[in-house]
């Protein structure tokens, strides 16, 4: 994966594609690497919507969209570039992290409004998923 990809997804460019970073203390599939971009302590993927939601389910055995549901529920803070994230339950690692761009919608307002928004949802070690969103191009 080139970081032309990860730009164009992180400026909400790529709203077909979702981001999957995936820790290496999480992963032990070697062969992941071989898919994505080595960034400081795991892998980010960016791949086509379905891809990616079949790699997150094998990788993490959660399906993606109801890991997502679970995660708004708690408030975080994820990395702008998606390759870590602060647990707000106390110093852990995370071990993945599932992105996705949604593009502006000015009659929804608020958020939605400003630009394309990242939606992000991480899992950390202590088994709290927490979510954070932001206007692309804005962090």
């Not at 970073?21 to 086509?48: K, R």
């Amino acid at each position: 994966m080139s970081a032309d990809k990860r730009a164009e997804f992180l400026a909400g460019e790529r709203t077909d594609d979702v981001a999957l970073f995936l820790a290496d203390s999480f992963v032990s599939n070697e062969s992941i690497a071989d898919y994505g971009e080595s960034v400081p302590g795991g892998t980010l993927l960016i791949v086509s919507g379905d891809t990616g939601r079949s790699v997150f389910q094998k990788a993490t055995g959660m399906e993606a969209m109801g890991f997502a549901k679970q995660a708004m529920g708690t408030e975080g803070d994820i990395a702008a570039d998606l390759s870590a994230a602060d647990c707000p339950e106390g110093d852990h690692d995370v071990e993945f992290i599932f992105a996705f761009a949604e593009e502006q919608n000015e009659e929804v307002g608020g958020l939605y409004g400003e630009g394309d928004v990242i939606h992000a949802y991480a899992y950390c070690a202590c088994g709290t998923a927490f979510s954070h969103k932001w206007v692309a191009g804005e962090r």
